[in-house]
């Protein structure tokens, strides 16, 4: 490995601390009624920076595969087929564990007020599979991953952006004969995952059962975990670090530009992944790779990117950390006056609303949050411990 390749990875680990830290930071806010408007997802159509964090991550696991893959050459021999494979499976079972460790704690304190035994109340707060929920963040990164890794060591790569874009042409086919940009029960997204996973395992969007990371808006997101391997196999490219800078860029505002173009009749929709979510968001994280590898590279300037750096070597066990915390946060509760409050809510609705007001205490809560989670992160950074699957 050359010293310049080694330079745009950190430039990369940067860019992945950046959406982990920005995934952490809008997930948990002080309170879901006080949030900056920044800090929101789009209610529909629509595009805002919190809808940045996570299609930028999958970016960055499309470059992530390249690099893993290219150790093996591409050859889907046994081991790497088992390792694509097993890696997928514990991720995606880290994803229900997490889902159930919530029910399990929100379950047990509910049953409190309840005049039952400890065990009753223990082996009724365990067993809530049925109604789990089955997707969402890292089942997602798990089927998406193992889809891409699985096509980059059996298909030709020069097929790779052929097959991107079938899926993304099919899907838009899909979306607009079903009803795909509709907010109601007809809608194919949502009538495909009720179908196949029941509603009682789906995110809920009011009293509609819809899942923004459902199985049928899960082929675009395959593809965009490819458009992100490509991009890794025109960074490891032996040429100029400024002609793959030009390159990267160039690909990155041309993808903007068909996104933006293409959003007329085709709106920008993080909760279908629609294709000119895809587009968009893949252009604005090629962009700034691209920005960030002249800044690190080209300019040396590094100085800056620790913060984020410590977030980029760890993502997954930082983003499962804060998760777990967040969840314990929320299901610990202490006595306050007749009633008991949750820390969550002593830190915030005690300490920070009073102090700083319902917006910016919740900004404050969710920057703290972040903050506690460096701290771990940050002795892993500099003892070189890296946590991975």
């Not at 009538?191 to 996973?197: E, K, S």
Request: glycine content about 10%; hydrophobic content about 50%.
């Amino acid at each position: 490995m050359t010293a310049s390749t080694n330079k745009r990875l950190l430039a990369l680990d940067i860019l992945r601390g950046m959406t982990i830290a920005g995934m952490i930071l809008v997930n948990n806010p002080g309170s879901w009624g006080a949030i900056y408007a920044p800090l929101r997802h789009a209610a529909w159509n629509g595009l805002t920076p919190t809808d940045l964090v996570f299609p930028f991550f999958m970016f960055i696991m499309g470059i992530s595969t390249y690099l893993s893959l290219n150790k093996y050459h591409f050859r889907p021999e046994g081991t790497v087929i088992r390792k694509i494979i097993r890696r997928t499976v514990v991720i995606f079972l880290i994803g229900l564990g997490i889902g159930w460790f919530s029910r399990f704690c929100n379950t047990f304190y509910a049953l409190g007020s309840e005049d039952i035994s400890f065990w009753e109340r223990l082996g009724r707060s365990c067993w809530t599979f049925d109604r789990i929920r089955i997707l969402g963040v890292l089942p997602r990164l798990a089927l998406c991953y193992g889809a891409a890794a699985l096509i980059a060591v059996t298909v030709r790569h020069n097929r790779i952006p052929w097959i991107i874009g079938i899926l993304l042409c099919g899907y838009a086919v899909i979306l607009w004969v079903g009803h795909g940009f509709e907010i109601s029960e007809a809608n194919i997204v949502g009538m495909v995952d009720r179908a196949i996973l029941g509603p009682a395992h789906m995110y809920r969007e009011g009293d509609l059962a819809f899942d923004p990371e459902g199985l049928l808006s899960t082929l675009p997101a395959i593809a965009h975990v490819l458009i992100g391997f490509c991009c890794g196999k025109l960074i490891c490219t032996p040429a100029k670090t400024s002609d793959k800078l030009l390159k990267l860029f160039l690909i990155g505002s041309t993808m903007m530009l068909v996104g933006w173009l293409l959003s007329y009749g085709c709106p920008i929709n993080k909760k279908v992944w629609s294709p000119t979510f895809v587009l968009m968001t893949c252009g604005m994280a090629s962009s700034l790779l691209a920005l960030l590898i002249w800044i690190i590279d080209v300019k040396g300037k590094k100085r800056w990117s620790l913060f984020f750096e410590s977030f980029g070597i760890n993502p997954l066990f930082l983003y499962v950390t804060a998760s777990i915390l967040a969840i314990l946060l929320g299901a610990i509760h202490i006595p306050h006056g007749t009633e008991n409050i949750s820390l969550h809510g002593a830190l915030y609705q005690l300490g920070l609303k009073p102090l700083f007001g319902p917006t910016l205490g919740s900004l404050v809560y969710a920057l703290l949050f972040v903050g506690v989670n460096w701290l771990i992160g940050y002795p892993l950074y500099k003892r070189k411990i890296y946590i991975k699957i």
